[in-house]
């Protein structure tokens, strides 16, 4: 046996419905997403509408070149003149195809914000180009006044390019359901009545039916095995960093690895009953809810729509009353279309295309910029522990040998035999081998004795690497209060063996990273709460929790576990990161505020987190936090600036100063706002961390 610890049982979970997941970068929910049974048509459609909005930039880029020379204010900013005959029909009929054309993203956006009574950035830039075309049109064949036509093409093509750098900035969608779906096995060994061996799909296997799994191949579906004994690898789906001994009578979970020996296990749950399809309910479910966030810029956008209209109504009402009715009408339009910055825009994406240029420097890919922003509000980090704050790899910490043998004679007999195996233990002590450059003795009459340990023919004498449970079985001695110690503190102890009488231990144990010790002491500095979530055994948690410092730990969790342990975390308003590598971390990654994945992590992992650390270092951690306040800091800058112009344009807009003969006119508008686009790219720029 490699392993004597208690069999978690796996509890059931809800249905599973495959719908669609929601974006949680842009408004896109007036996209029906619920037809898309993979994330594979959804990464698509991220890339489409990033390929849309493209096109509809230069296209609408195109069509402001003449329109600007054409409108009457672009003529009178840079002292010109153009007249001919139908040219004020010209300008209309471009700035209509401008308007629908390249204003359809914001307008279909604003529709959907409006269903959903959430105000935000596509209805304020609708609501400005929209009153900007309305007025304009009406200037142009009913009343007199100045057009907006230069204000309409302007103020489309800076928004499209804002949207379109934030989309290229930030990655698509989510396809942690793909990847999900692609780890099952699409074939299994079935047995019929007969006992005979048929080749059929998984999708023709119902409960009760009886399979066989070979050797190293993956368990099609979740069963009971009825016949065999192994070794089963379900680190990619429990988390815990030992294949787990499995007899007749224990459960397996579809999508783990059977390993050395052949198991022969009755189906018991088929589709969207397995563990694996659970998982991918609970990160489904979770990201759904995560996709609600709004981040700063449509807040702000928010509050600046309800500023506009309350005092463009207001500017109407005055001004009706005291007033000509066209002035009046004339002075509203000029304040919703001020209230909508170009600067607005461009604020957040310049933002976060510097922050994404930054953050790819440092090792970090950033998915989801609105968990980004919030990244620097983390109260709590949750850690995973195999794969990311230890190696995910057994190595060798101990090495005893008894009477004269040596410690080197001792490596080098495990050395010898285990490299005849690929099992992780086998793994550790090859590698430690390898290191320090050992013989490699000649191994003949090799065995595998399944659950046990293994054993082969070294210089004429029988070498065997055996677990404890094999000493107590076969009555052979060995100090019992030293090798307690040693599992105590989560270590896998194997016994070398020759001719049967004990030449020594080896101890082995998940390698802590040494990057992880920085990373746990300079966030419990900085007064972030430390917590390593784990589905491996407490004893083993303990000991890597009571060496790194961790404020918290709490081991044996299942999945299903860690999603709900992450929703408590963030209760009483904590935000809360959780960082992993596995396919048991999802759920979890997509629940927690701010997921993370380490980049050697599976792809399940990494397509559901909204940052990766591509160069698998948690220290990258304390990167994140800075460079999330620096880009807070900055944003907030920006909107500063393009809201200030707002602050002092829109009261001048409305009239408020016509006594003093001061009166902002659309003209003096698109100069001002001009500047305040050029100073907002250029403090965008300026983004540095240490």
Same mark, same amino acid.
């Given at each position: ?59 609408? +880029?195109?069509?402001?070149? &003449? ?23 010209? +300008? ?36 400005? =180009? ?26 489309? %093509? ?61 368990? @099609? ?20 960093? %030992? @294949? ?7 459960? %397996? !979970? ?56 309350? #005092? ?53 890919? !950033? ?10 509000? !983390? ?9 990311? +704050? ?115 231990? =080896? ?8 990057? $992880? ?10 007064? #972030? ?29 299942? &999945?299903?576990?860690? $999603?709900?342990?992450? $929703? ?10 959780? =960082? ?15 997921? !993370? ?23 990258? %951690? ?69």
């Amino acid at each position: 046996m490699r392993k004597d610890q208690d069999q978690a049982n796996h509890p059931n979970h809800s249905e599973v419905d495959h719908e669609g997941m929601d974006h949680s970068k842009m408004d896109h929910s007036e996209m029906d997403h619920t037809s898309m049974n993979h994330a594979g048509g959804h990464a698509g459609h991220h890339a489409m509408m990033i390929k849309d909005f493209k096109k509809r930039f230069w296209v609408s +880029l195109i069509l402001a070149v &003449p329109i600007s020379i054409l409108s009457p204010m672009f003529q009178m900013l840079f002292g010109y003149e153009i007249s001919f005959l139908g040219d004020d029909l010209l +300008l209309f009929i471009l700035s209509t195809i401008l308007f629908f054309y390249g204003g359809k993203p914001f307008l279909v956006g604003a529709w959907s914000e409006l269903k959903s009574r959430t105000p935000a950035m596509m209805m304020l830039i609708s609501l400005a =180009i929209i009153t900007s075309y309305v007025y304009s049109t009406l200037t142009t064949f009913f009343i007199s006044g100045s057009d907006f036509f230069f204000e309409l093409a302007t103020l489309i %093509v800076i928004m499209l390019l804002g949207h379109w750098i934030e989309m290229r900035s930030v990655m698509g969608a989510s396809k942690a359901l793909e990847a999900l779906i692609k780890l099952m096995p699409k074939e299994a060994h079935k047995i019929d009545k007969s006992g005979n061996i048929i080749e059929v799909t998984v999708e023709d296997l119902k409960p009760g039916d009886k399979i066989l799994v070979k050797s190293g191949e993956k368990i @099609p579906l979740d069963g009971s095995i009825y016949e065999g004994t192994s070794d089963i690898d379900e680190s990619m789906l429990t988390g815990e960093s %030992v @294949p787990v001994e499995k007899v007749p009578g224990m459960n %397996v !979970i579809g999508a783990s690895v059977n390993g050395e020996g052949v198991l022969k296990i009755e189906v018991n749950k088929i589709g969207k009953d397995t563990y694996l399809s659970q998982v991918v309910q609970l990160v489904q479910d979770a990201e759904k809810t995560k996709s609600k966030a709004q981040g700063f810029a449509d807040i702000a956008a928010k509050w600046l729509f309800y500023v506009a209209v309350v #005092i463009g109504l207001l500017t109407l009402i005055y001004w009706s009353v005291t007033g000509d009715f066209d002035f009046a009408l004339e002075r509203m339009v000029t304040v919703l279309i001020i209230a909508c910055p170009h600067a607005l825009g461009l604020a957040g994406p310049l933002v976060t295309s510097r922050s994404s240029s930054i953050a790819a420097s440092k090792g970090l890919l !950033i998915r989801n910029r609105i968990a980004f922003e919030g990244a620097h509000k !983390i109260d709590k980090i949750v850690f995973d522990k195999t794969g990311t +704050l230890t190696e995910g790899n057994f190595g060798v910490t101990d090495i005893q040998p008894v009477d004269a043998v040596s410690e080197t004679e001792l490596l080098t007999l495990a050395y010898s035999v285990e490299t005849q195996s690929d099992h992780p233990i086998a793994k550790g002590i090859v590698k430690e081998g390898k290191e320090r450059k050992l013989e490699i003795y000649d191994v003949k009459d090799y065995r595998n004795l399944t659950g046990k340990g293994l054993t082969a023919t070294v210089k004429d004498a029988e070498v065997s690497v055996v677990s404890p449970g094999t000493m107590k079985n076969n009555h052979i001695s060995f100090d019992e209060k030293n090798y307690e110690a040693l599992a105590q503190q989560g270590k896998t102890v194997v016994f070398i063996l020759r001719n049967n009488k004990l030449q020594g231990i =080896i101890a082995l144990a998940d390698i802590i990273r040494e990057s $992880s010790y920085k990373v746990i002491k300079e966030l419990n500095d900085l007064g #972030i709460e430390t917590i390593m979530m784990t589905g491996d055994n407490k004893r083993v948690a303990n000991y890597v929790g009571d060496k790194l410092g961790l404020s918290q730990v709490i081991a044996e969790v299942l &999945p299903h576990e860690k $999603s709900k342990y992450v $929703s408590k975390l963030k209760k009483d308003g904590k935000k809360v990161a959780m =960082i992993g590598d596995g396919i048991n971390d999802a759920p979890a990654l997509a629940e927690s505020d701010v997921g !993370i994945a380490i980049g050697a992590g599976t792809d399940v992992a990494i397509e559901t987190a909204d940052i990766i650390l591509v160069n698998s270092n948690p220290v990258d %951690v304390l990167t994140i936090i800075k460079l999330s306040k620096a880009s807070y800091k900055k944003t907030i800058e920006n909107f500063v600036w393009a809201a200030g112009y707002n602050v002092i344009a829109i009261p001048l807009a409305a009239g408020i100063l016509i006594n003093q003969n001061i009166l902002i006119t659309p003209a003096i508008g698109a100069v001002v706002m001009s500047l305040s686009t050029i100073i907002v790219a250029i403090n965008a720029q300026m983004l540095k961390i240490n």
